[in-house]
């Protein structure tokens, strides 16, 4: 199946630069000019991704995937931002509106469509299966259960939620802010010192099953969930 993919753009140059990188690549593109199109057109069809320019007249890219996140029809919407070089230093807004990936202008359609594939391959994993495995560790999402080879688990709600997270996001750096907004929804009353909590809680409960070493502490920048031994 041809993915669909809409790209949010108002500017026709990279827009259409960008359509013709999908036919490419046999995907199959659709267009909105602005936030307000964009979400007629996912109202009538959910694309497989978007990827949503920053810089939109009216209602800016970075709200209208704050406003997607929100909904339950369309939360589940990989996005890529698009954004332009001077606006890199807001990277840290945009992972709190929960978009999956970040593209930087000007870019080549090689490193676009990897990146699509890429995230379509995360969210896939997280979404469709239902389970996904790392290593010797197995999340169940939908019977919420974690196995460690054939042994089930017994884990904690938070410590599920926070593992649930980095085996969907695996292989990169989640600093402690970042962890808070996505598995404690951002609330202003959970402090930072609780995730370091809630990761040696985690910690202690795949240790037994010797799986304590995917959750890897990266020095003065957060935490990775990695099947790949930290250096
Ligand atoms: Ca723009």
């Not at 840290?92 to 379509?120: H, M, Q, T």
């Not at 600093?175 to 402090?191: F, I, K, M, P, T």
Request: proline content about 5%; charged content about 25%; some cysteine.
């Amino acid at each position: 199946m041809q993915k669909h993919i809409l790209i949010v753009e108002d500017e026709p140059a990279i827009r259409d630069m960008v359509a013709f990188a999908l036919r490419k690549a046999d995907m199959e593109p659709a267009h909105a000019a602005d936030a307000r199109s964009a979400q007629s057109m996912i109202a009538e069809r959910v694309p497989d991704l978007i990827l949503l320019d920053w810089m939109l007249p009216g209602m800016s890219g970075l709200d209208l995937a704050r406003r997607l996140r929100r909904d339950d029809l369309t939360r589940a919407i990989p996005i890529i931002m698009l954004t332009a070089r001077g606006e890199e230093t807001d990277r840290v807004g945009g992972l709190d509106a929960g978009v999956d990936d970040y593209v930087v202008k000007p870019f080549s359609p090689r490193e676009l469509i990897a990146r699509i594939n890429a995230v379509i391959r995360r969210s896939r994993g997280s979404d469709t299966e239902g389970s996904i495995a790392i290593g010797p560790l197995k999340i169940d999402s939908a019977a919420h259960r974690v196995y460690a080879g054939d042994q089930s688990v017994s884990i904690g709600p938070t410590e599920y939620r926070l593992l649930h997270f980095f085996m969907t996001h695996p292989e990169r750096v989640y600093a402690r802010s970042q962890l808070l907004d996505y598995v404690w929804g951002g609330s202003v009353y959970v402090e930072e010192r609780t995730v370091d909590v809630h990761i040696r809680r985690l910690r202690q409960t795949l240790e037994p099953y010797a799986c304590d070493g995917l959750l890897q502490t990266v020095r003065g920048a957060g935490y990775r969930f990695s099947a790949t031994p930290a250096a």
